[in-house]
């Protein structure tokens, strides 16, 4: 996939961003020396970009997250080197952004910046199987709320649809049509489909734009 | 769904239109599901001011007779503490969920077992119990909260779910086609005389002390026939065991990977796993001691379950105790060691 300098991956929250954004961090990685992910889900402790760090770590990504996350205080503080998100231009950064629009309105502190650069692209993470998007109408309500908490429009869909551990070849192929009703109904083109990596050989050809993810392992 | 979002899906199924409650982690996401959704079926989300105001919302609306909720975590429920006193008090059916974090105080905000003792024994001042059931998966989630509703109109007391942070924050699939009881007639509620009959009350005073001992009498009748009838447990490979594991709600789920382990290296371990806290699964314990050699209680606390299993199994077998504490989870490696300790004749 071409990158540009801001990725922006928000959603109905449980939908998926944080695997997304870990994965895309990756690749990038791969054509891009310097790269940043950024953890602005400071509405939920529990499951976060942080969790990777040692990985990212490694693969030389740097992490801009809140001091506090993963430290179990339950504070909502922004990271301090945000902005230099927007400040740095020569960073290509993915920003996991926390979910729904009370999670987006924390962009809304940097998202005037993003717009007036124009070189970023926005995804709508969506998830058939999340219990409060389940159909086309219930999405576009969660899109319309984000969009105005985080002060941005989205450019782009990402078809997540997923049932955890358990989901199926069946499950992603039966997500297809909201998929594509959403980005129908948006007139935002479907970027990709998300899958995890065991099932993507399943999949591979039944899908356009199939996208493979590594999942980040979940603290026990 | 998460674990959380299951509770407040299957609470609006169950025909709750009334939520009331006050942030704190990590129980939020059932607050945030309701506010989403409530507005939306011409129910009711209010947050309230606090804790305790949220749980005397709760006892208005009971004493309405529709069904209602609040949710909570550890130091949210010592706060409720009066309000479920006094629900009890004037035998009120309600349903509260604790998803619980470590302790004591403020403690921390990853899961914990350790306000077992403040569940089962009453959680306030008086005489009285909640009818508790601890869930170990995010479907039970759902399934106990319409079971806590139904279980509250039937008998006129609280039901309260006992979950801890795991069990709010995982996500598991759910399905969510439950056959739902409707709420029994209510003749107690103070809903409006139409003119029709004398005024009801709900009341929680009882200035005569005669009259608060008939009262308190009356109610322990009751959870006996709740004792007889309502207990839930599962057993899991118990039917040739010679030890015994007991665990609930997300200790058991380490209890079972531990246990199967152990069964490949040929040792005759099984779970017993209360699911309703209060009333006690004695029945299999009893029946336990006379079978096993020793009882292994996994908790995520200092050891409170483990009281009643040494009630429960009368003391015949040892009883010991295998846990973490503060927010940590027992790892299946940690309880493997405990079985095989006690296969090999370590039980104190």
């Known amino acids: 996939m071409e990158y540009k300098r801001i990725t922006l991956l928000c959603g109905h929250y449980g939908s998926g961003k944080t695997n997304i954004a870990l994965n895309m961090a990756y690749e990038i990685k791969e054509n891009y020396d310097n790269v940043a992910i950024a953890d602005l889900d400071i509405v939920n402790p529990y499951f976060r970009t942080k969790d990777s760090a040692e990985e990212l770590k490694e693969k030389g990504i740097r992490l801009i997250a809140s001091e506090y996350a993963g430290t179990n205080v339950d504070i909502p503080a922004l990271p301090q080197d945000m902005y230099s998100l927007t400040d740095d231009k020569t960073v290509k950064a993915v920003i996991d952004v926390g979910g729904d629009d009370r999670g987006a309105l924390a962009l809304g502190r940097i998202s005037p910046k993003i717009m007036a650069e124009n070189d970023y692209e926005a995804f709508l993470v969506i998830n058939k199987y999340r219990p409060l998007t389940p159909d086309v109408a219930s999405t576009l309500e969660v899109m319309a709320e984000i969009e105005t908490a985080g002060s941005f429009k989205f450019t782009g869909i990402i078809n997540n649809s997923n049932l955890g551990v358990q989901t199926t070849a069946e499950d992603v192929l039966n997500s297809l049509k909201y998929a594509e009703d959403v980005s129908k109904a948006t007139g935002l083109p479907l970027i990709c489909t998300s899958v995890n990596k065991t099932l993507f050989d399943e999949l591979c050809g039944k899908i356009d734009n199939l996208f493979p993810l590594k999942l980040q392992k979940k603290i026990n | ?348």
């Not at chain 2, 995520?300 to 295998?322: F, N, Y």
């Open chain 2, 1 to 348: 769904m998460k674990g959380n979002e299951a509770i407040a899906e299957a609470a609006i199924i169950a025909g709750c239109r009334h939520y009331f409650g006050y942030p704190i982690t990590p129980q939020t996401e059932i607050a945030a599901y309701m506010a989403k959704r409530m507005p939306k079926i011409g129910g009711c989300f209010l947050q309230a001011e606090s804790e305790i105001a949220a749980i005397n919302m709760v006892y208005g609306v009971a004493s309405t007779g529709h069904r209602v909720m609040t949710s909570s975590s550890s130091p949210g429920v010592s706060l409720k503490g009066e309000g479920l006193s006094y629900l009890a008090g004037a035998d009120m059916p309600a349903l509260i969920v604790n998803v619980q974090r470590g302790g004591p105080g403020l403690g921390g905000i990853q899961p914990s077992q350790s306000d077992y003792f403040q569940a089962t024994k009453g959680g306030a001042h008086g005489d009285f119990h909640m009818i508790v059931l601890a869930p170990a998966s995010v479907q039970e989630m759902a399934d106990l909260t319409v079971k806590g509703f139904e279980l509250a109109d039937k008998y006129r007391m609280t039901s309260m779910i006992l979950a801890d942070g795991t069990m709010g924050q995982m996500m598991e699939p759910v399905s969510l086609d439950f056959d739902v009881k409707p709420a029994p007639e209510k003749p107690w509620a103070t809903n409006g005389t139409n003119l029709e009959r004398e005024h009801n009350i709900t009341n929680s005073l009882f200035l005569s002390p005669e009259k608060l001992e008939e009262e308190n009498f009356k109610r322990y009748e009751r959870y006996k026939v709740i004792e007889e009838n309502e207990t839930m447990y599962e057993e899991y490979m118990m039917e040739d065991a010679e030890i015994c594991v007991t665990a609930f709600g997300i200790a058991s789920r380490v209890a079972k990977n531990a246990i199967d382990e152990a069964r490949k290296q040929g040792i005759k371990v099984g779970l017993i796993r209360p699911i309703t806290l209060w009333p006690f699964p004695v029945a299999p314990f009893k029946k336990a001691a006379e079978q096993v050699k020793g009882i292994i209680s996994v908790e995520l606390s200092m050891g409170q379950m483990i009281e009643d299993v040494r009630l429960a199994s009368e003391c015949k077998v040892p009883v010991t105790l295998c846990n973490r504490a503060g927010g940590m989870i027992p790892s299946p490696e940690q309880v493997l060691e405990a079985i095989i300790s006690m296969n090999n004749g370590g039980a104190k």
